[in-house]
């Protein structure tokens, strides 16, 4: 029993070292962010001061990013989840290349991507210097977060007999797609929301290269920040990060821990995050 | 039903499957022709780029992959007061992107990081490893912690007890459980992770790029010949190969779990 509990001891005493590796470099940066001179400490006093600085030197990038996230989730909606629905009920092996190709911006490095965007059409100038140029590949790297994510909530509830009961009562496609399926999948494209909204404003690896100095958006500003401007600056651009960020990843925490159980079939389908 | 999925398919067609073949064919279109896609392997510069790129991403999973097991199974099997609290501790940095977790690197280990404070505080020399692979692997590994130890509980949950039970009856101890019961259970989930973790290192920029222009490993190298040298056949073609060997190792990894795997990142 010694030996049990010792081994409880160790193992609480890792964890908990994990976590402090995870969150005191966040709290620091927190701290940093609120005080007049860091590499004093803290004596130098608390401040809202570099708070100011950001927000007016970058706040064109937080709604730029906030623009660009509400626009790519639109997107990924309307593209998302008609696709997930479509490849839940074919279930062939056609539907199993449309999954593999559409995981594929999430396989291949955002650089990658973002050079072969800028081999297509960075000639087209417009296009190029425009904010959309951005939200196509914020786009294309959230799309497979929210299919997945509509198809693992789709996956586990029979959609066949409850369309072919809904239909045998006369509802048409359209009455079916959005009185049946839409709602049965509601929890999905919820949690799929919030992730593509938390990732695209995050996003860094394809939008160094896809932005102009027109179209900065929030990560783009903090990298130029980190590189450029002292600490204390850095620190509270990223404090403002994570007050958006953080409400979205405690929402995402949140949806994903009750899982209630509806109409299920008989295998579970493991959860793919 | 089919035509509901034409416009992801002409989104995907027109800004990625386009775009990648392109990318392809301007990789051959350099000085060095078609050849730049072999000169990772022929080329010293980017051959050593190739090998500490691998080198950081093949630390990093082995590393994340102690650390996740050890906290994951031990988060799963225990409920306590305050179980609930550490999970969501451990998991808020699931979304940070790279540039942020590159700074976070730099809170602990830069030139006025916490890590050095502390070192120089206890008498020692000031510890200063922010700016070098080793500030990049603590970064990756910061980065792929939380959503291993997801996984890793996921994959606890669905563990059959009996097994153990069996085990322990048999009069096994406690390490016979873990290393012929727990790991083997666990294995598919450990390959997927591993193989998200080993191609989001491989594949990663943000946290290189906040660190240092120095750190040599290949997404940086693919970043420098693009914008410094402007040798755009050479950037096309070794992000290419990049992206190959990311998809690939995902690939593999697949077959050999038989689950859904992607990089995120």
């Known amino acids: 029993m010694r030996s049990h509990k010792m081994l409880f001891g160790l193992q609480l005493g890792f964890t908990l070292a994990v976590c402090a590796f995870l969150i005191v470099p966040v709290v620091l940066s927190i701290l940093a962010g609120l005080t007049s001179n860091y590499f004093v400490g803290l004596e130098s006093g608390l401040t809202l001061r570099w708070v100011f600085e950001v927000w007016d030197g970058y706040r064109d990038t937080i709604f730029r990013s906030i623009g660009i996230s509400l626009a790519c989730l639109l997107v990924t909606l309307v593209l998302g989840v008609p696709t997930a629905y479509v490849l839940t009920r074919s279930g062939s092996r056609l539907s199993r290349v449309v999954e593999e190709l559409l995981m594929l911006p999430i396989a291949v490095p955002g650089l990658a991507t973002a050079l072969a965007l800028i081999s297509a059409y960075g000639g087209m100038g417009s296009f190029r210097t425009s904010w959309t140029f951005i939200l196509v590949g914020h786009v294309l790297f959230t799309l497979p977060f929210m299919v997945r994510s509509v198809l693992a909530v789709l996956a586990s509830i029979d959609l066949k007999t409850l369309e072919e009961g809904a239909a045998s009562l006369g509802a048409g496609f359209r009455q079916r797609f959005f009185d049946i399926v839409l709602p049965n999948c509601r929890n999905g494209i919820l949690a799929g929301s919030l992730m593509v909204v938390t990732l695209s404003i995050g996003e860094f690896n394809l939008t160094w290269l896809l932005h102009t100095p027109l179209t900065k958006t929030l990560p783009v500003g903090l990298a130029d920040a980190y590189a450029s401007l002292r600490l204390e600056i850095g620190s509270a651009y990223t404090l403002i990060f994570l007050l958006m960020i953080v409400p979205l990843l405690l929402a995402l925490q949140a949806i994903a821990r009750p899982r209630r159980k509806r109409f299920i079939r008989d295998d579970p389908v493991p959860e793919s995050t | ?265």
């Not at chain 2, 942020?100 to 030139?111: K, N, T």
């Not at chain 2, 509980?153 to 406690?174: P, Q, V, Y």
């Not at chain 2, 259970?185 to 450990?190: C, D, H, Q, V, Y």
Request: glycine residues 10%; proline residues 4%; contains cysteine.
């Open chain 2, 1 to 265: 039903m089919i035509y509901l999925l034409l416009p992801a398919a002409a989104f995907f067609g027109a800004f990625f499957l386009l775009p990648m073949c392109r990318l392809f064919l301007v990789g051959g279109s350099g000085t060095r022709g078609w050849s730049a896609y072999t000169a990772i392997l022929t080329d010293p510069v980017y051959f050593n780029a190739l090998l500490a790129t691998l080198g950081v991403a093949a630390a990093t999973t082995v590393a994340t992959l102690l650390i996740s097991a050890i906290a994951g199974v031990f988060l799963q099997r225990h409920r306590f007061p305050g179980n609930a609290l550490l999970v969501s501790m451990l998991t808020l940095p699931l979304a940070f992107p790279g540039v942020v977790i590159g700074f976070m690197v730099i809170m602990l280990a830069g030139r006025q990081g916490l890590i050095g404070a502390l070192t120089q505080a206890l008498g020692g020399d000031k510890w200063v490893f922010a700016y070098s692979l080793g500030g990049l692997f603590m970064g990756y590994v910061y980065f792929s912690v939380p959503r291993t130890i997801l996984t890793v509980m996921s994959a606890t949950e669905k563990l059959d007890h009996r097994l153990e039970e069996a085990a322990r009856s048999l009069g096994a101890s406690t390490w016979r459980v873990v290393l012929d019961v727990i790991l083997p259970g666990l294995k598919p989930a450990f390959i997927s992770a591993g193989a998200i973790c080993f191609a989001t290192a491989v594949g990663a920029f943000g946290t290189a790029f906040t660190l240092a222009a120095r750190i040599n490993v290949l997404p940086m190298v693919i970043y420098t010949e693009f914008t410094l040298s402007a040798n755009i056949a050479m950037a096309a073609a070794l992000s290419f190969v990049l992206g190959a060997v990311t998809w690939l190792v995902l690939a593999l990894a697949r077959t050999a779990a038989g689950s859904t795997v992607a990089a995120a990142g």
